[in-house]
């Protein structure tokens, strides 16, 4: 079971600039930080930016930055907006579909999901908001940094 | 969110047999009646039968039928083992993943998912086995048949 690329990259845009709250980050920065297309990241962060998670400033000393607290956006809120579906099988494709009992089971799974995911925001994830520093400092270093793993 | 074809084909070759407990199936059978290809069930097929889901007898009066009443097939436990894996985004590939929460929330919400799909067994999900039926008939005879969709 997968979410889009497109909601992994959303979820770590979102997280890389909640770590760096003291400045504005570049589309590169971030792109170089994860190691992943500057591309990709065009149009997640356009998207991020219209469902008012970004701010974009223009300018010499503009760039991104989160536009509300981290503690006021929600991860089950930021996945339905980046998710096209969450349709977990091909059901329209299914001769069967209008009398079978897959799609109401699907779903009341898909409900339970994303009510874990109500209930943190984007502030949760980031516990450990020193050691992601030191990781995304190893990359532009070179040094590397022994994190222990998250729980 | 997806689960992937492997999985979507399983839940149709459990279901198919579900509603056909009278009778041996074929491979060839199945594919028809959901219009998918016959090479893609083979796998599918062998995997459930190794997994004491579907039984094949060899021979004229062979074929396949549910290994287990469909009342002791959870569903949960059939997703557990089609499924690669659920580990939602690519989090191998992230360097901050060592410190990073989303990982464990996701794993959290996964959980929840599965819970619910424990509740339910294959039975469940043929409540309107007689509709399915109909569905299915409609393919082999071209008449088409009128089923109001499924809550």
Redesign the interface.
Known sequence: ?????Y??YS??VL?YLAARTEKRCSISEIAR???ISENHLMKVVNDLARGGYVASMRGRTGGLRLARPASEIC?GEVLRLT?T??????CP??????????????G???A??????DR?TLE?????KA??L???A??NDGTGVA?????
């Open positions: 079971m997968r979410l889009t690329r909601s992994d979820m770590r997280i930080a994860y190691g991860v998710e579906d969450f349709d977990l099988v091909d494709s299914c001769l069967i579909s209008p009398a079978c009992g897959l799609q109401g089971v699907l009341e799974a898909v339970a999901f994303l009510a874990v995911l943190y949760d994830l980031m516990r450990r050691d992601m030191a990781l995304f190893s990359r994190i222990t793993p998250a729980e």
